[in-house]
């Protein structure tokens, strides 16, 4: 007999009844009913009930035992007695009655219980997170995730894609994040930098004359925590691709993602085909550029109802500023004055001076509020009709420029959908979001600026773009980028661009954002070089795994699928992370420390 186990605590069946069994697990909970201890012997497997009674040998070893001691049981498997059966449990119609029970590890007392599900604090959590993992609803996720890599990888190399490993230590990067640095011993006072993202090393592959690159890439980023964000490190499905454009992307990442979602959703529907979105519309519509599609709420612009009316908040606003408008946000059985009041209240609480509203109630005409009675009749109806509302339904109304008031919208949006309850939360919804602006006017500094990612390709006329000038602003930025993000239920998963493949092009983009070539070859020399001796139009995207994992998971924070996180201050409790060093390692790497008093 194995020294351990003949089978693992979620094997034995109706068909093992009879047997002479070993199993080894941890107790994961004991119950002692009149004098017979019932132990429910948890693994990585399963879970199966051992039952020890006065009579067996081992009842005196037994009384010892603990929550989370770890047991090797030898016993016999038999019938749970009728009316003890759990069908809740794959192993739920048999017991096994043990004849030996050795104590393979003690537990001291636990800082946390593994039985159950209640919460404990983060940082208890953290410390110990080897028992927060033993816990079923923790294990599943991590279980989960593992399972879900294997899935993308899989899709992956099914259409022939290939499996890079590109370099962890690597030079530091001048854009994005900050940068994680490792002192260089062999070249002091020289460092080497963990990568943000594999963007380069996965563009020197295209160029290299590979064609189809993918990895499942750890990437390290000095930025602080969020709920969808782990602070210090987190993984990406990094793929590039050679001679592509935009909807080549489209078709070779979509069926990747929308498989994994349908594979482990769980029965929850997942969009067929993932709908474009421009930015512009994104903004507009929805006051987010990861617009949450299970919510249906469009807002639009009502402006015209306005402009001269008897309202003069809002008239004197949209006489005053050519940029200003004025924005509705439906909401659909929304239409009584308790949630008006309600929605105008959170908007205070929110720092606006408060949210106009009309509703609409039965036998009364024209709508009912003081908007309703400032701009009269006519114009409430034209608002009514222009939105498809009805009696019973309201409406809420933000006005100014709209860069101004469009975050605030877009929360508005989501509050009316979530308090009336439009959002179906049983459901994966995409899209992507595309045309964004390449250039923004920097209103501080006076100048055009990159309103994203710099080396994305502009969509736009090659021979047309070189040839612009200082006297071309309006047209700059008019400048779409060929960049788009992939969005699931209101969370980005990934941007992605066709690449400025083209050094001519690149040094343009730079200079028409006050960038002189010095600077650009200053910083991004190597890329540069690589460009300029014959690089294949390409073009990628990087889908975040562990948000992947964390919507098909149903939690809303990334430490609940990832196996030892840190905590909100980029600390790991459970290793002492970050932690000093000796003298003699910062002599070796010719390092003086200079802390802040």
């Known amino acids: ?36 201890l019932f132990i429910d012997l948890r693994d990585h497997y399963g879970l199966t009930q051992v039952v020890v009674d006065p009579d067996s040998p081992s009842f005196k070893t037994a009384e010892k035992l603990r929550s989370e001691w770890v047991v090797r049981v030898d016993g016999r498997v038999r019938s749970r007695p009728e009316g003890t059966l759990n069908a809740d449990l794959p192993t739920g119609a048999v017991e096994v009655y043990a004849s030996d029970i050795e104590i393979l590890g003690p ?28 816990r079923d609803r923790l294990h ?47 070249h002091p006072g020289k460092f080497y930098a963990l990568p943000q993202a594999p963007q380069q090393f996965k563009q020197l592959t295209m160029i290299s004359g590979f064609d189809r690159y993918f990895q499942i890439a750890p990437c390290f980023r000095d930025e602080d925590a969020r709920a969808d964000r782990s602070p210090g490190e987190f993984y990406q499905l990094d793929i590039e691709m050679s ?73 004197n606003i949209l006489a005053n500023d050519s940029k200003a408008e004025v924005w509705a946000i439906p909401a659909p059985g929304g239409g009584n004055r308790a949630f008006c009041d309600r929605m105008n209240s959170w908007a205070q609480g929110e720092g606006q001076p408060g949210l106009g509203y009309i509703f609409w109630r039965e036998g009364e005409e024209g709508g009912a509020g003081p908007l309703a009675k400032n701009i009269g009749t006519e114009r409430t109806t034209a608002v009514r009709d222009q939105l498809g509302l009805k009696v019973g339904d309201a409406v809420f109304f933000v006005a100014g420029v709209p860069k101004h008031f469009v975050k605030f919208a877009g929360a508005a949006r989501a509050k009316v959908g979530e308090d009336l309850g439009l959002v179906d939360k049983d459901r994966f919804e995409f899209c992507w979001v595309v045309d ?74 730079f200079a028409i954002a006050g ?11 190597g890329m540069l070089r690589a460009l300029s001796l014959g690089a294949p139009p390409h073009g990628g995207i990087a889908p975040g795994v ?15 699928v990832v196996l030892f996180p840190m905590n909100q201050r980029a600390e790991d409790l459970l290793m002492g992370a970050p932690s000093e060093v000796t003298a003699k390692q910062l002599r070796e790497l010719h390092i003086r420390m200079n802390l802040p008093e």
């Open 515 to 525: 960038y002189g070539e010095d600077v650009l070859e200053k910083k991004f020399g």
């Open 1 to 36: 007999m194995h020294r351990y186990r003949t089978h693992n605590c979620g094997a034995l069946r109706d068909s093992d009844i009879g047997q002479t069994v070993r199993l080894s697990g941890w107790c994961h909970r004991i119950r002692d009913h009149g004098g017979v």
């Open 140 to 186: 599943a996720n991590i279980m989960k995730r593992g399972q879900i890599i294997d899935s993308l990888r899989r899709r992956m190399k099914e259409q022939n894609f290939f499996e890079f490993q590109t370099p962890i230590l690597t030079a530091s990067s001048p854009e994005g994040a900050r940068d994680f640095l490792v002192p260089s011993r062999l």
């Open 107 to 134: 537990a001291a007392e636990l800082p946390m219980p593994v039985f159950g599900d209640q919460e404990y604090p983060e940082d208890i959590r953290l410390k110990y997170r080897f028992l927060d993992l033993r």
């Open 436 to 509: 964004f602006p390449m250039y923004e006017w920097n209103e501080e500094e006076k100048k055009i600026d990159f309103s994203h990612n710099p080396f994305s390709m502009p969509n736009y006329p090659i021979d047309d773009f070189l040839a612009l000038n200082d006297k071309d602003e309006d047209k700059i930025l008019a400048i779409k980028a060929i960049q788009y993000d992939i969005v699931c239920n209101g969370i980005e998963l990934s941007s992605g661009a066709i690449r400025n493949h083209r050094p001519d092009v690149m040094k343009k983009a």
């Open 243 to 315: 001679f592509v454009t935009q909807d080549d992307v489209f078709t070779a990442v979509e069926p990747v993602l929308r498989g994994v979602f349908e594979e482990f959703s769980g029965g929850k529907p997942v969009t067929a085909k993932f709908p474009l979105i421009s930015f512009a519309d994104a903004m507009r519509q929805y006051g987010s550029d990861k617009p949450d599609l299970r919510n249906p709420i469009k807002m639009a612009d009502v402006s015209e109802h306005f402009r001269g009316s008897g309202f003069k908040v809002f008239a």
């Open 546 to 560: 562990d948000r992947i994992v964390m919507l098909l998971c149903g939690e809303e924070n990334l430490r609940e």
